[in-house]
């Protein structure tokens, strides 16, 4: 889990670089990995999110996906393993 998590820490600059190069290929891809982890690590809210940057890539929402980069920022800083 922590592993995964350091990994999920890592991607929201490069989500950010993707979004300040209109990459949105790569920013749908990166939504669609994240959609299909998240549950199987029991964190519904990272699927969520993932889900979420697909749809808002395909539509080149920058603004909706700045937004949701920073809800997954803060999720994975804030999410506490027990």
């Given at each position: 889990?922590?592993?995964?998590?350091?990994?999920?820490?890592?991607?929201?600059?490069?989500?950010?670089?993707?979004l300040?190069?209109?990459?949105?290929?790569?920013?749908?891809d990166?939504?669609?990995?994240?959609?299909?982890?998240?549950?199987?690590?029991?964190?519904?809210?990272?699927?969520?999110?993932?889900?979420?940057?697909?749809?808002?890539?395909?539509?080149?929402?920058?603004?909706?996906?700045?937004?949701?980069?920073?809800?997954?920022?803060?999720?994975?800083?804030?999410?506490?393993?027990?």
């Open positions: 889990m922590d592993r995964y998590l350091e990994k999920r820490r890592a991607d929201i600059p490069a989500l950010r670089s993707a300040a190069a209109e990459d949105y290929d790569s920013i749908r990166k939504g669609h990995n994240l959609f299909g982890s998240g549950s199987a690590y029991g964190l519904d809210q990272i699927s969520e999110i993932g889900s979420a940057l697909e749809k808002t890539a395909k539509k080149r929402d920058s603004e909706k996906i700045g937004q949701l980069i920073e809800k997954l920022d803060t999720f994975v800083t804030n999410v506490h393993v027990v």
